[in-house]
């Protein structure tokens, strides 16, 4: 015998699944759901099945749409002779958080990783290519991969297949986080930090 | 313009609902559903409608139940002189694993308190009377709320409630909790363990 009904059972089985959440937290989870209206469930479950089915890949730059090109792609204010490629979606909304960067975007949706099996077909590499043959207005293209080493050798990647094009390829710059401290940085950002210094 | 398009929004919305998720987890929630494939979307949206369609309060003891009588009620198995009373379902499933209670439940549905505005009436107090009214069988009622201070006011009411019938009103035991540490034991505890002290 089962210790919840068997509906209860497999809505804390479906739960679990999600990351961060152990085996205590779906029960309170489900607990929770089944003390509120119907409504609740109901949205949650209809929020799930629409944002499944109406999110695309944006055909130009991959990233998240519910039309054919994202309202990124679709605007005509942006600077169209930048170029800036990230690992996921995610990133492209950091980087709109700035209020700064007005150009384009590309998701190269993750990293080289040959640990995890993970090579230049499985990301948009050869959409990125496609996109600086299609057009000539390009100027620069910032790598924006995360400052790791599967981040490092991506971005090195995508300089050497871009070689061919008369455009400038640049990586974002590293070094000590704003409000961060001398004292607490790593080895590595130091050293990134003396490598990229500045004229005052 | 929003971040996210309208669906993906809109799914963040209703996860951030959820106990314990805050805005960071549920964009990280919201974006890995997307990367799975769609049946762990349709899977978790049809456990969430199923589960709270299906399961309402046993008609007896107002745990949760997918028929009129819950599991528990239905057996033929169960001592039906005993009486186990609990705050919430999910102590009744903490009761059942100690595999040691063989008699019945009745769920409360909360304890009385008057700061958060809940009365006698918002609890299945007048179902408990009527369950000692109706039979006879009953020896002894033994009342499990959690050790607060509404646990023992609600176990109190339901002491005065029970007066009339010719049944044993017990409560749980304080103490120290098995691999407890009387160092660390607060004053409370250690002094319901001396006056709950038992001969060897």
Known sequence: MSEYPAS????????????????????????YILKKPVEFSTSLAQALVEAKSKIHPCRNCFNLSEG??????????????LLLVVED???????????????????LGGVLSPLEGKGPQDLTLNALVQRLQNNSQWKEVIVAT?????????????????KPFPVKV????????????????DESTLLKSLEGRQTL
Chains 1, 2 share one sequence.
């Open 89 to 107: 979606p995610s990133d492209i909304v950091a980087f709109e958080r700035t209020h700064e960067y007005q150009g384009l975007y590309h998701v």
């Open 146 to 162: 995360n400052p790791t080493v599967e981040g490092d050798s991506t971005a090195f990647y995508i300089q050497q297949q871009l």
């Open 8 to 31: 209860f059972e497999r809505l804390i089985f479906e739960l679990e699944k999600l990351p961060g959440i152990g085996p205590r937290s779906a029960i309170r989870l489900a607990f």
């Open 68 to 81: 054919a090109l994202c309202t990124i792609c679709q605007s005509s204010r942006r600077d169209t002779s």
């Open 170 to 185: 640049t990586r974002i710059a590293r070094g000590l986080p704003s409000g961060g401290d001398v004292d607490y940085a």
